[in-house]
C-alpha cells in the first residue's frame, strides 16, 4: 500500500513537531490507515500488533481531539499489561510534547494508589490503564467516566486471554454510549467479533496483512530435540555465540523461573521477566538488560509486550508458541537497525507440526540445523581461546611471564612442553569441580554424592536418575556409580555436571521424599579416620556413629548405642 507523510495528514504544526523530534515521517501502513478515519470519529477495529507502529495510530488523534481547557477525563485507554500502559503513556506524552495542557496519567496496580489520586484531583484528559485498577478507581468514586469521548482497547485479544472480559465490560458500561470506540488486536477471534457488534457502532476494520508482518532479516533456525535436552541445547548455543543480549521466550512464567535458575547456576547472566513480578522488580529486571548487566532475558509473551530493546542479536523459542501471531511478535525483537537478527526454535515431538503451521502462516521458511555436539561447542571454544592468546601475544607486554618461561627451559623443560601445561591447567573442563567439591572419591572425571534417602525410604536407582534426568537434563548413560544403601545413597555425575546437580537436587524431592545432598568424602580417608578414632578409644564424629564404611555395608552402631540414623542430621560420610 502506499504510505504518506504525517505533514500529508490534517494534523496541528504542534503534533507534526512531536512526531518529527520522535525521528518519524512516513506513516506506517496502520497510522495511514486508521488516523484519517479516527479523526473522522469514527469506530475502529484495527488488527495490529506489537512493532506496527499502532500506539501512534490511535495516540495521535486522541491528542489531537484533546481540549486542554476542560479538566475532566476526555479519553481512556485500556492495556492488558502495566508495561504496555506505561509504554503507551510514555509515548504519548512525547507526542503531546508541544501541547504541554495535556494531562497524561498511567494507571496500574503495583503503583500506590494514593499517588493516582493526587493526580485524579488535579485533572487528567488521558488515562491509560489496566482494567483491574480502573475498575478500582470506578468503585472507589474517584474516576469519573461521565465526559469519557474516546475509549481504545490496546491488545484486546491479550485482555481476553488473560480473564479480563468481565472486567472491561464493567468498564464500558460505565462510559456513556455517545462515544468512539477503537479496539485494537493482533488477532481477530470470535470473542473479539462479539464484543466489536455488541458495542462499537458501524466500525470500520483496518488491518496490516500478514506479507507485511514477515521479517525476512532473521536468519531463522530450527532444532528437533528433546524437552529434558533443551536447556543442555541452549547453552551449547550460547556457548558457540557469546551474543551480546539474547532473549528466551517460554510459554508460562513456571518455565520462566525454571529456565532462569538452570541458566544462573550454569553461570550465565539471566533474569526472568513475567506477570507475577511487582513492577519494581520488572523495572530492575529491564534496567539491567538494557545496561547490560544481564545478557539473557527470559520471558513470557504477555511480559513481553511492549519491550524495545536495542541491539538483540537472537531470540530463542524454547517453547514453540501457542499462537501462530506470537512467533513473529517474537522474533520481530531483533534484526533491528538493518542487522540481521538470528532466531532458533526448540521442536519437541508433535510440536513439528505447529511449527509447519507457523512458516505456512508467517510464509516463511525455518530452516532445520543439527544438534551441535559437546566436541563441536569443545571446538569452537579452543579456536575462541587461540584467538584469545593471539591478541595477548600481539597486543600485551609478557616480559615477567617470558622470564618465568625461560627458567623453566633452563631447568631443561621444552617451550612448547610449558605451553601445553599452562594451557592444559587453564582449559581443564573438571577443574572448577574439583575445586569446589573437592576429592570425593569418585573415578576419573566424576564427583560423587552423598544422597540422605536408601532403601527404607522406598528409594530405587531409577527414582534417583529419573530426579537427576529432570532437574539436570542428564541420561542415565552420563550418570556414573550408583549405591543405594539402608538409609542413604551415593551417586557419582560427570564434572561439567557437578554444580547443576547439587544446586537442583539439594533441598528437593526424589520419589516424593525431601533430599538433602552433599559432596562424598573419599572411601580410604574415610576409613583412615575411623580406624584412628577407634586405635585411640574415641568416637566417630556422627552421634556415637563407628566411621568405618564399606560400600556394600551399611553403617553400624556400636552396641548399646542407639541407633539414630533416621535423624536428619544423620551423615555417615562425614
Known amino acids: 500500500m502506499n ?73 481512556l485507554i485500556l492495556c492488558p499489561t502495566r508495561e504496555l500502559a506505561i509504554q503507551v503513556a510514555e509515548e504519548l506524552k512525547t507526542l503531546s510534547k508541544y501541547l504541554p495542557k495535556v494531562n497524561i496519567l498511567p494507571v496500574y496496580g503495583g503503583q500506590p494508589i494514593e499517588r493516582q489520586l493526587k493526580a485524579l484531583k488535579k485533572g487528567v484528559h488521558v488515562i491509560i490503564g489496566t482494567p483491574g485498577r480502573v475498575m ?83 536468519d ?28 528466551v521466550f517460554c510459554n508460562t512464567k513456571r518455565r520462566v523461573d525454571k529456565l532462569v535458575s538452570h541458566l544462573q547456576v550454569r553461570g550465565y547472566l539471566a533474569d526472568g521477566l513475567h506477570g507475577d513480578l511487582t513492577q519494581k522488580q520488572r523495572d530492575r529486571v529491564m534496567k539491567k538488560f538494557r545496561d547490560g548487566n ?11 509486550r511492549g519491550i524495545d530493546v ?40 508433535r510440536e513439528i507440526y505447529q511449527l509447519r503451521d507457523i512458516q505456512r502462516y508467517a510464509k516463511t521458511k525455518i530452516e532445520q540445523m543439527p544438534i551441535p555436539s559437546v566436541t563441536d561447542v569443545k571446538k569452537i571454544k579452543e579456536e575462541n581461546y587461540i584467538e584469545k592468546i593471539k591478541t595477548i601475544v600481539d597486543n600485551k607486554d609478557l616480559t615477567k611471564e617470558i622470564k618465568i618461561i625461560e627458567k623453566l627451559v633452563k631447568e631443561d623443560y621444552g617451550s612448547i612442553d610449558v605451553a601445553a601445561a599452562l594451557l592444559n591447567d587453564v582449559m581443564d573442563e573438571g577443574k572448577e569441580a574439583r575445586e569446589e567439591f573437592g576429592e570425593t572419591g569418585a573415578k576419573e572425571g566424576y564427583v560423587r554424592f552423598f544422597i540422605n534417602v536408601g532403601r527404607k525410604q522406598g528409594i530405587k536407582a531409577k527414582d534417583i536418575i529419573g530426579a537427576v534426568s529432570e532437574k539436570t537434563g542428564l541420561s542415565s548413560s552420563n550418570i556414573g556409580r550408583i549405591d543405594i ?42 576409613e583412615e579416620t575411623s580406624n584412628s578414632s577407634r586405635k585411640k578409644g574415641k568416637k566417630g564424629n556422627n552421634k ?19 541407633n539414630d540414623r533416621k535423624s536428619k542430621s544423620f551423615n555417615p560420610h562425614r
Not at 542413604?488 to 538433602?516: A, L, M, Q
Open 485 to 526: 544403601l539402608e538409609n542413604f545413597s551415593f551417586i557419582e555425575v560427570p564434572e561439567k555436571s557437578s554444580t547443576d546437580f547439587y544446586n537442583f537436587i539439594n533441598g528437593g524431592r526424589i520419589n516424593n521424599k525431601h533430599v538433602n545432598v552433599e559432596p562424598a568424602r573419599p572411601r580410604q580417608k574415610r
Open 310 to 349: 536495542g541491539g538483540v542479536e537472537a531470540v530463542f523459542n524454547y517453547d514453540v508458541p501457542n499462537d501462530n501471531e506470537y512467533y513473529v511478535h517474537r522474533i520481530g525483537r531483533t534484526g533491528r537497525a538493518g542487522k540481521t537478527g538470528k532466531s532458533y526454535t526448540f521442536v519437541a515431538g
Open 220 to 247: 531463522q533456525k530450527y532444532f528437533e530435540v528433546k524437552e529434558k535436552m533443551k536447556i543442555e541445547l541452549l547453552s551449547r548455543l550460547l556457548d558457540i555465540h557469546h551474543f551480546n543480549l539474547s532473549l
Open 136 to 218: 478500582d478507581h470506578i468503585d472507589r468514586g474517584t474516576l469519573d467516566m461521565s465526559t469519557v469521548k474516546i475509549m481504545v482497547l490496546d491488545e484486546a485479544d491479550e485482555m481476553l486471554d488473560m480473564g479480563f472480559r468481565e472486567d472491561i465490560e464493567y468498564v464500558i458500561n460505565d462510559v456513556p454510549e455517545e462515544r468512539q470506540f477503537l479496539l485494537f488486536s493482533a488477532t481477530l477471534p470470535k470473542e473479539i467479533l462479539e464484543l466489536t457488534k455488541k458495542y462499537q457502532n458501524n466500525p470500520e476494520v483496518v488491518k496490516v496483512t500478514h506479507q507485511e508482518l514477515t521479517t525476512p532479516e532473521i
Open 3 to 75: 504510505r504518506i507523510e504525517f505533514k500529508e495528514m490534517d494534523l496541528s504544526p504542534e503534533m507534526i513537531r512531536g512526531i518529527k523530534d520522535m525521528g518519524f515521517e512516513e506513516a506506517t501502513p496502520i497510522q495511514t490507515l486508521a488516523i484519517p478515519k479516527i479523526l473522522e470519529h469514527k469506530d475502529i477495529t484495527g488488527q495490529a500488533q506489537t512493532g506496527t507502529g499502532k500506539t501512534a495510530a490511535f495516540g495521535i488523534p486522541i491528542l489531537e481531539t484533546v481540549d486542554p481547557n476542560d479538566k475532566n477525563l476526555q479519553s
Open 544 to 562: 556415637g556413629y563407628d566411621k568405618k564404611y564399606n560400600d556394600r555395608k551399611n553403617y553400624k552402631p556400636k552396641r548399646g548405642q542407639k
Open 294 to 304: 544481564i545478557d539473557i532475558l527470559v520471558a513470557t509473551d504477555v511480559a513481553a
